[in-house]
């Protein structure tokens, strides 16, 4: 279907998301959408998928103007959209999944629907077994069930939102593969996202976003060095790496033994240095979370000892951890670490010590001040934490941590984050690790691993490989361990 | 300039509800074949009709106002107490206790009356450390853990009154025996009122507006309420925070438990607790967490109940009809506010990012 955007506007409050976009985009093209964090690409395919309304514009489907209003009209234009986060249900099983928004009527006949799913799945090779749990998917999977029901639905157009966020490599080729079999077969496909090379691998073309507006159309051979030009209007260089790392361990794990209701990872021994660095590797769910939450607290080692500066902290509940300089920074933002409701001035109180039983609000209302322009956040004191972006969530989810702090486990410390603030937060972190901070990390992008870590290690379905030294390892030596070569069995 | 408009725009949508609400009861009492101007006059007349009405008002107020004020903890640490109705009848019966245990000392009445509050704010207190104990050690939903004890209060308060505490001869629902008046609260001469529980009451609102408004307490209090996991990851014993909010709640419930005793009663009766449990969690629904909007409302919701008092004499109506215009009123100011948000969201176009 061929989809054409006519002058596009769209605004919150004083920030003009969307400023007379206009993009043609015939069918069985594979459309690049290629900005950094705020860059109005999200707000354009949440207009085109139903999601919001534009204030100004108009969407032509094969020519006839089309009205949008909610997302179900967009399926009945055959407009479907992939969220960066699965919308699925993760309770149910497959098969239900997979019919719950079609019109079925009181008893949808699953028999036929569970047929005409394996067929759908054999054209691209998935194998999803239709009565199991989504739960029990991976990400990857998750997101193929997803694709096969919009299919199934009669989508022609489907909107891609930073799909390859938390998928394996080998799930990303699956899906690529996907992608250029829907292209082939006619349908339009919108792709978004900041990671370069992806773009460049995978689209026809290209149209690259900065501040609301469409800088720039691009069509094969691309230029890397010109795209980020028009995505930031200016170069970015990764800053140089340091080595900080004392030479006293802060941190040691003597035969540590983690366990939860999916997997053990056993025997687990790690000297952490003052300053240092370790990135943890390897694909969603292979345990590297759970060493993460042992790190502090949250979840308690079955056997073997953690020590903080020589003190015994093994089976110490979690604000023990926290008492002795220990902080953790988790992934899911505004379940785990931020409170919707609050604004960003009480989380800044809350955060800070507790100084007598009444707050002193003036005291804050500066120290907020001061932290969101040290962090670089968009909002006000007074602004609730929903309020914000996704990246500037980020930003105060960092800006909240203490100083001093003697351990910093960080999930994913700049997933959805454009280019620029990554290095921004990086910047930030490294100036903690020169004050004596350790850091261990988890992230799903392997040049941030191998660029910003000391050591590494890898987690695969519960084993842990030795440290790596990150200055000699390469991206695919590391994505080799990750798939699970190298591992004693 | 732009807050004004919207806080006036909230406060049109409050006056639409209150208006909805009187049409809503008007048509009940259409349907119902009823005058309406004349039930509305009634209830006019029989709350500030005259000052002993007027006096029964504050009567009423003073135990609605104290459980509202225990509820805004609990709805700020997000949970819902429906155990509030057993926490007033338990603070009653501990009221009672110790009077009945200190009544023939040679004790200042000053005294006795004070540990008779502190007695009742105690029961209330541990009969919702009992509901916040089910919840958070036993993961028993506090809606059902409190429900199911205010069954457990209500047959543990007429086993007392017909039990162990009848009255010499036979037990009665008219309760247990008078207390001697030198240990009532003070009263004003001629009528049921104590300025003294008018006062207590009062001081617990503001008691509790400083607490949640301006504290670490309360504030952390909020922060539990609205995510309590993320709460714990910053650092806030969750647990600890809603076992404290259940507390604080019973013991206000059992303050007025106390009240009802100590300056209204003077002795313990089957139905202590009046239904201010309920209402007030009806007055904490419609305030929305503003604590000082609770002295008014909690005022004009005593009035609707005493006003109403009349109606089955004057109009053959049952009382009841307070009742649907005090629910009317929470369901649609609470559906005004969805309404509003609606309407807002439109506006502004503030579900994006």
């Known amino acids: 279907?061929?989809?054409?955007?006519?002058?596009?506007?769209?605004?919150?409050?004083?920030?003009?998301?969307?400023?007379?976009?206009?993009?043609?985009?015939?069918?069985?093209?594979?459309?690049?959408?290629?900005?950094?964090?705020?860059?109005?690409?999200?707000?354009?395919?949440?207009?085109?998928?139903?999601?919001?309304?534009?204030?100004?514009?108009?969407?032509?489907?094969?020519?006839?103007?089309?009205?949008?209003?909610?997302?179900?009209?967009?399926?009945?234009?055959?407009?479907?959209?992939?969220?960066?986060?699965?919308?699925?249900?993760?309770?149910?099983?497959?098969?239900?999944?997979?019919?719950?928004g079609a019109d079925g009527g009181l008893f949808p006949n699953k028999k036929q629907a569970?047929?005409?799913?394996?067929?759908?799945?054999?054209?691209?090779?998935?194998?999803?077994?239709?009565?199991?749990?989504?739960?029990?998917?991976?990400?990857?999977?998750?997101?193929?069930?997803?694709?096969?029901?919009?299919?199934?639905?009669?989508?022609?157009?489907?909107?891609?939102?930073?799909?390859?966020?938390?998928?394996?490599?080998?799930?990303?080729?699956?899906?690529?593969?996907?992608?250029?079999?829907?292209?082939?077969?006619?349908?339009?496909?919108?792709?978004?996202?900041?990671?370069?090379?992806?773009?460049?691998?995978?689209?026809?073309?290209?149209?690259?976003?900065?501040q609301g507006e469409v800088v720039g159309e691009v069509q094969p051979p691309y230029t890397t060095d010109d795209l980020v030009r028009m995505m930031f209007g200016k170069e970015v260089k990764l800053g140089e790496k340091e080595k900080i790392a004392g030479e006293q361990a802060v941190i040691q794990f003597k035969q540590v033994t983690v366990e939860d209701s999916r997997m053990r990872i056993a025997n687990i021994n790690l000297d952490i240095f003052p300053g240092e660095v370790i990135g943890l590797a390897g694909m969603a769910g292979s345990g590297q979370r759970q060493f993460l939450k042992a790190c502090c607290g949250l979840l308690k080692p079955v056997a073997g000892?953690?020590?903080?500066?020589?003190?015994?902290?093994?089976?110490?509940?979690?604000?023990?951890?926290?008492?002795?300089?220990?902080?953790?920074?988790?992934?899911?933002?505004?379940?785990?670490?931020?409170?919707?409701?609050?604004?960003?001035?009480?989380?800044?109180?809350?955060?800070?010590?507790?100084?007598?039983?009444?707050?002193?609000?003036?005291?804050?209302?500066?120290?907020?001040?001061?932290?969101?322009?040290?962090?670089?956040?968009?909002?006000?004191?007074?602004?609730?934490?929903?309020?914000?972006?996704?990246?500037?969530?980020?930003?105060?989810?960092?800006?909240?941590?203490?100083?001093?702090?003697?351990?910093?486990?960080?999930?994913?410390?700049?997933?959805?984050?454009?280019?620029?603030?990554?290095?921004?937060?990086?910047?930030?972190?490294?100036?903690?690790?020169?004050?004596?901070?350790?850091?261990?990390?988890?992230?799903?992008?392997?040049?941030?691993?191998?660029?910003?870590?000391?050591?590494?290690?890898?987690?695969?379905?519960?084993?842990?490989?030795?440290?790596?030294?990150?200055?000699?390892?390469?991206?695919?030596?590391?994505?080799?361990?990750?798939?699970?070569?190298?591992?004693?069995? | 300039m732009e807050k004004s408009k919207s806080q006036w725009i909230e406060f049109a949508f409050r006056v639409g509800a209150v208006i909805l609400a009187?049409?809503?009861?008007?048509?009940?009492?259409?349907?119902?074949?009823?005058?309406?101007?004349?039930?509305?006059?009634?209830?006019?007349?029989?709350?500030?009709?005259?000052?002993?009405?007027?006096?029964?008002?504050?009567?009423?107020?003073?135990?609605?106002?104290?459980?509202?004020?225990?509820?805004?903890?609990?709805?700020?640490?997000?949970?819902?107490?429906?155990?509030?109705?057993?926490?007033?009848?338990?603070?009653?019966?501990?009221?009672?206790?110790?009077?009945?245990?200190?009544?023939?000392?040679?004790?200042?009445?000053?005294?006795?009356?004070?540990?008779?509050f502190v007695a009742g704010a105690i029961g209330g207190a541990l009969w919702a450390a009992l509901v916040g104990a089910l919840k958070t050690f036993g993961g028993v939903n506090e809606i059902f853990g409190g429900l199911g004890l205010n069954f457990v209060a209500t047959a543990l308060i007429i086993w007392l009154i017909f039990g162990p505490w009848k009255q010499p001869g036979i037990g009665s629902m008219s309760g247990t025996k008078p207390f001697p008046e030198t240990i009532w609260l003070p009263m004003v001469e001629g009528f049921r009122l104590s300025w003294w529980s008018v006062g207590l009451a009062m001081a617990g609102i503001v008691l509790v507006y400083v607490l949640l408004k301006g504290t670490y307490f309360g504030l952390k209090l909020k922060a539990v309420g609205k995510n309590f996991h993320a709460s714990f990851i910053l650092g806030i014993p969750h647990t600890r925070f809603m076992m404290v909010s259940f507390m604080l709640c019973g013991a206000f419930a059992g303050l007025a438990g106390a009240t009802q005793v100590i300056g209204v009663y003077h002795r313990l009766i089957p139905s202590i607790s009046s239904g201010y449990g309920f209402l007030g969690l009806l007055v904490a629904m419609l305030i929305n967490y503003q604590a000082l909007l609770a002295i008014p409302v909690a005022l004009f919701f005593a009035a609707l109940n005493i006003g109403s008092i009349q109606l089955p004499i004057v109009l053959k109506l049952d009382s009841a009809l307070s009742g649907v215009l005090q629910g009317s009123l929470v369901l649609f100011v609470v559906l005004m506010e969805g309404v509003r948000q609606r309407f807002m969201k439109k506006e502004t176009g503030k579900d994006g990012e």
């Open chain 2, 22 to 116: 009187i049409l809503f009861t008007t048509l009940v009492l259409i349907v119902a074949k009823a005058p309406p101007l004349k039930a509305f006059n009634e209830i006019i007349k029989g709350s500030i009709g005259s000052p002993v009405k007027l006096a029964d008002v504050l009567v009423a107020f003073v135990p609605l106002l104290l459980v509202t004020s225990g509820l805004l903890f609990t709805f700020t640490a997000g949970l819902y107490n429906l155990g509030i109705e057993g926490q007033i009848i338990l603070g009653a019966i501990f009221t009672t206790w110790i009077y009945r245990l200190l009544m023939d000392t040679a004790l200042p009445p000053a005294v006795i009356i004070i540990a008779g």
């Open chain 1, 305 to 489: 000892k953690v020590t903080l500066h020589g003190k015994d902290l093994t089976g110490k509940p979690y604000h023990n951890y926290l008492g002795s300089g220990v902080a953790y920074v988790p992934a899911s933002r505004l379940e785990e670490g931020l409170v919707e409701g609050l604004t960003l001035n009480e989380h800044f109180i809350l955060a800070e010590d507790q100084e007598g039983f009444f707050i002193n609000r003036d005291k804050f209302r500066d120290i907020t001040r001061e932290r969101i322009k040290e962090f670089n956040i968009k909002g006000r004191p007074g602004s609730p934490v929903e309020s914000l972006s996704g990246g500037n969530q980020q930003r105060a989810l960092l800006a909240l941590m203490k100083t001093p702090l003697k351990f910093l486990l960080i999930e994913h410390p700049t997933r959805g984050l454009d280019v620029e603030s990554a290095i921004y937060i990086w910047g930030k972190l490294k100036e903690r690790c020169r004050q004596g901070t350790s850091i261990v990390f988890i992230s799903a992008d392997l040049e941030e691993v191998l660029h910003y870590s000391d050591r590494v290690l890898v987690f695969f379905g519960g084993k842990v490989s030795e440290p790596l030294d990150a200055r000699t390892t390469t991206v695919d030596q590391l994505g080799q361990l990750i798939g699970g070569k190298g591992f004693k069995a």
């Open chain 1, 1 to 100: 279907m061929k989809v054409e955007l006519r002058n596009i506007h769209k605004s919150f409050g004083p920030v003009h998301a969307n400023n007379g976009i206009t993009l043609d985009v015939p069918a069985g093209t594979i459309q690049g959408i290629l900005g950094e964090n705020g860059a109005g690409k999200s707000t354009l395919m949440k207009i085109l998928s139903g999601f919001i309304r534009e204030d100004e514009g108009e969407i032509l489907l094969d020519g006839k103007v089309a009205r949008i209003d909610t997302p179900s009209d967009a399926i009945k234009f055959g407009i479907g959209m992939l969220h960066q986060d699965p919308l699925d249900f993760l309770p149910m099983r497959v098969i239900d999944n997979f019919i719950i």
């Open chain 1, 114 to 210: 569970q047929n005409e799913f394996l067929e759908l799945q054999s054209q691209f090779n998935f194998n999803i077994d239709p009565d199991a749990h989504v739960d029990s998917l991976t990400v990857g999977e998750r997101q193929q069930l997803e694709i096969l029901r919009l299919l199934w639905l009669g989508a022609r157009v489907l909107i891609l939102d930073e799909p390859t966020t938390g998928i394996s490599s080998s799930q990303r080729q699956k899906l690529f593969a996907t992608l250029k079999i829907l292209a082939e077969q006619g349908k339009t496909l919108f792709f978004v996202s900041h990671k370069l090379e992806e773009v460049e691998g995978l689209c026809h073309r290209i149209a690259v976003f900065r």
